[in-house]
Structure formats: structure tokens, C-alpha cells
């Protein structure tokens, strides 16, 4: 009865996953099918030339692209959630990482960072591009959860043998409703997106032994914690 109960989870769950994929690649493939059909008929009426139609035509590449990179992005989505992490783990010092990884976000003017890293190197034997991918998509999270211009800290503690990593925002923070569902696969408050961001952080967490929580108040923001064991014989 019990291995009965599982595969009828696991064949529901795998059911839902099915039904998200076909309705995250529906979203970008409709505007795309009626913007190509409003041109054909733009064509077809004889009453524009090419060089009117021109504008027309650019806008719809434009759209073309954008909504290929957003079925990329889904595919790239599902694809790193259903298989085993890639890459090799090594000794990573953390207070190099963090600096790093914000660095990719100078190009955002409505951002600002503040880091609180020790002085000291912190090694933790880790993946590095997959701990650089959970801080990109907490730092992406806070980002949305704030009105206009978004500030962010980074801190980074180290003792009895974890790191921890705080990502914290000033945002608009998660509702009690919506705190259980967080990490769960295809949940999503976001009006785009795959909604498998927080899984995959997990998915990683997990795979690297250690753990990912967070702390939240509705307007007040909310501060993720990410703990990763370090280097063995570390302090």
C-alpha cells in the first residue's frame, strides 16, 4: 500500500509538472502566432508598401526573440530541475564568491548592495557556478519584491563548521499563505516565469548537504538564509 501511495504521488506530481510545462510554453507562443497572423493580413490586404510595413516587421522580430529567450529560459528551467547538478566541487572561498556575484548587477542603477563579510577567507567546499545561481536568484527575488529602487545586504557568518549567508531585502516580504509553498516546484507569485527559481536553490542546497530558510514579513521584508558546510578543519 505504502510503495502504491508513493507512485501515485510521484505520477501526480509528474502529471502537474506536464501540465505547467505546456502552459509556461503556451504563454510566449500566442503572442507570437497573433502578431506573425496580424502581419500576414497587414501583407495579404495590399494596402501598405514594404517600406510602411517595416516598422511592423522590426517590432515583430523584436517580439520573436525576446519570447524564443523566454521558451530558452523554460526549457533551461525544467532541463537543470530534472537533472543531477553539473560541475565539480571544490574548495571556494565565500568572500570572493559574494563580491562576485553582486558584481553582475553594477548595470542595475535602481540597486544598491551593502556587504558585511569577514576579513578572514571562509572556504566551503561547494559547486561555485551553483552557489553563484542561488545568490543571482535570491538577489533576483528581493530585486521584484521592491518598489522602484531596491536595497540589498549580503552578510556572511562562519562557525562550528557552516557558513551562512544572508541575502536580505527591504521588499514587500512573503505572505503566511504563500510561506509553506515557497520551494515547492512550479509555484510561482510572479505574473512570468517557470516559478522553479526558490526549487532549484533548494534542489542545490540539498545536493550540497546543506540548507536554505527564510524569515519574512508581509511589507517588511524577507532575508534568506543559506548555510553550506565549510572546509573541513575550518573555524
Given at each position: 500500500?505504502?510503495?502504491?501511495?508513493?507512485?501515485?504521488?510521484?505520477?501526480?506530481?509528474?502529471?502537474e509538472?506536464?501540465?505547467?510545462?505546456?502552459h509556461?510554453?503556451?504563454?510566449?507562443?500566442?503572442?507570437?502566432k497573433?502578431?506573425?497572423?496580424?502581419?500576414?493580413?497587414?501583407?495579404?490586404?495590399?494596402?501598405?508598401?514594404?517600406?510602411?510595413?517595416?516598422?511592423?516587421?522590426?517590432?515583430?522580430?523584436?517580439?520573436l526573440?525576446?519570447?524564443i529567450e523566454?521558451?530558452?529560459?523554460i526549457?533551461?528551467?525544467?532541463?537543470?530541475?530534472?537533472?543531477?547538478?553539473?560541475?565539480v566541487f571544490?574548495?571556494?572561498?565565500?568572500?570572493?564568491?559574494?563580491?562576485?556575484?553582486?558584481?553582475?548587477?553594477?548595470?542595475?542603477?535602481?540597486?544598491?548592495?551593502e556587504?558585511?563579510?569577514?576579513?578572514?577567507p571562509?572556504?566551503?567546499?561547494?559547486?561555485?557556478?551553483?552557489i553563484?545561481?542561488v545568490?543571482i536568484?535570491?538577489?533576483?527575488?528581493?530585486i521584484?519584491?521592491?518598489?522602484?529602487?531596491?536595497?540589498?545586504?549580503?552578510k556572511?557568518q562562519?562557525?562550528?563548521?557552516?557558513?551562512?549567508?544572508?541575502?536580505?531585502?527591504?521588499?514587500?516580504?512573503?505572505?503566511?499563505?504563500?510561506a509553506?509553498?515557497?520551494?515547492?516546484?512550479?509555484?510561482?507569485?510572479?505574473t512570468?516565469?517557470t516559478?522553479?527559481?526558490?526549487?532549484?536553490c533548494?534542489?542545490?542546497?540539498?545536493?550540497?548537504?546543506g540548507?536554505?530558510?527564510?524569515d519574512?514579513?508581509?511589507?517588511?521584508?524577507t532575508?534568506?538564509?543559506?548555510?553550506?558546510?565549510?572546509?573541513?578543519?575550518?573555524?
Amino acid at each position: 500500500v505504502r510503495q502504491e501511495l508513493a507512485e501515485a504521488e510521484r505520477d501526480a506530481a509528474w502529471t502537474e509538472m506536464a501540465r505547467q510545462i505546456a502552459h509556461e510554453i503556451k504563454n510566449p507562443l500566442t503572442p507570437m502566432k497573433l502578431s506573425i497572423q496580424h502581419l500576414q493580413m497587414q501583407i495579404a490586404s495590399g494596402n501598405k508598401s514594404m517600406d510602411e510595413l517595416r516598422p511592423n516587421i522590426e517590432k515583430l522580430t523584436s517580439l520573436l526573440v525576446a519570447q524564443i529567450e523566454s521558451l530558452n529560459q523554460i526549457s533551461s528551467d525544467f532541463s537543470r530541475f530534472a537533472k543531477p547538478l553539473p560541475g565539480v566541487f571544490e574548495h571556494v572561498d565565500l568572500t570572493e564568491l559574494i563580491p562576485g556575484t553582486v558584481q553582475l548587477f553594477d548595470h542595475q542603477d535602481n540597486v544598491y548592495f551593502e556587504l558585511d563579510l569577514p576579513s578572514e577567507p571562509v572556504q566551503a567546499y561547494v559547486i561555485s557556478d551553483e552557489i553563484r545561481r542561488v545568490l543571482i536568484n535570491l538577489i533576483k527575488n528581493g530585486i521584484e519584491a521592491s518598489d522602484g529602487v531596491a536595497s540589498i545586504t549580503l552578510k556572511l557568518q562562519a562557525g562550528q563548521g557552516l557558513a551562512h549567508i544572508f541575502v536580505m531585502d527591504a521588499g514587500s516580504g512573503i505572505s503566511e499563505e504563500n510561506a509553506d509553498r515557497i520551494f515547492t516546484p512550479n509555484f510561482s507569485t510572479k505574473t512570468s516565469g517557470t516559478g522553479l527559481g526558490l526549487a532549484i536553490c533548494k534542489k542545490i542546497m540539498d545536493a550540497h548537504k546543506g540548507s536554505i530558510q527564510f524569515d519574512s514579513s508581509l511589507n517588511g521584508g524577507t532575508t534568506f538564509e543559506v548555510v553550506l558546510p565549510l572546509k573541513p578543519g575550518s573555524n
